[in-house]
């Protein structure tokens, strides 16, 4: 019996464990469209649908205002919505995104 729940438990933590490190893309939008939520106080229905059209639409959500971008999610997001692009079209998009914070901040 003993076995048995030492077997549960390190399979229970040894699957835990490789969720945290599995983020998948589908996890990152999950997660930038609750920031989004959160950020314009969504409740209720509002929130499931807001959820809904964010996590259907194609792409990564649209990115947080450029106050709200850390230098690390801004890179994140440039990089994504620059995919296709590439050599120094790629290079040119990424500084010029990088220096509006975000491809949201892009003109």
Do not use: H, W
């Not at 933590?13 to 999950?30: D, E, G, I």
């Amino acid at each position: 019996m003993k076995k048995l729940l030492s077997a549960a438990i390190v399979a229970a933590l040894s699957l835990s464990a490789a969720s945290v490190f599995a983020a998948n893309s589908q996890q990152n939008k999950m997660g930038e469209c609750n920031k989004q939520a959160t950020a314009k106080a969504l409740k209720g229905d509002e929130r499931k649908k807001f959820m809904s059209e964010c996590l259907k639409a194609p792409g990564a959500p649209a990115a947080a205002p450029a106050a709200e971008l850390a230098p690390k999610d801004a890179m994140k997001a440039c990089s994504a919505a620059g995919k296709g692009k590439k050599g120094d079209d790629y290079k040119k998009f990424l500084s010029d995104c990088l220096k509006a914070k975000g491809p949201a901040n892009m003109k």
